[in-house]
């Protein structure tokens, strides 16, 4: 059974290890990321993701 996993503040000193541990277990699926909008990476690119549009509900 695999896990599925978020992580919030991704792009955090502690979001960004969590991230890549998250990757690497097999047992876990990194399935989001939350980045706040004052972090300073808005419109990039988390652990190798695009970036979304939160509203555009299609891609769901």
């Known amino acids: 059974m695999v896990i599925r ?3 919030a503040r991704a792009t ?3 979001g960004s290890i969590v991230g890549d541990l998250v ?3 097999p ?3 990194l399935t989001g990321a939350v980045v ?3 972090g ?3 419109g990039e690119s ?3 993701w695009p970036r979304s549009d ?3 509900w299609t891609a769901y």
Do not use: Q, R, W, Y
């Open 46 to 48: 988390i652990m190798g």
């Open 40 to 42: 300073g990476h808005e």
């Open 12 to 14: 955090g000193k502690l």
């Open 5 to 7: 996993v978020a992580v």
């Open 54 to 56: 939160p509203t555009d």
């Open 23 to 25: 990757a690497d277990d």
């Open 27 to 29: 047992e876990l699926e």
């Open 36 to 38: 706040s909008s004052g």
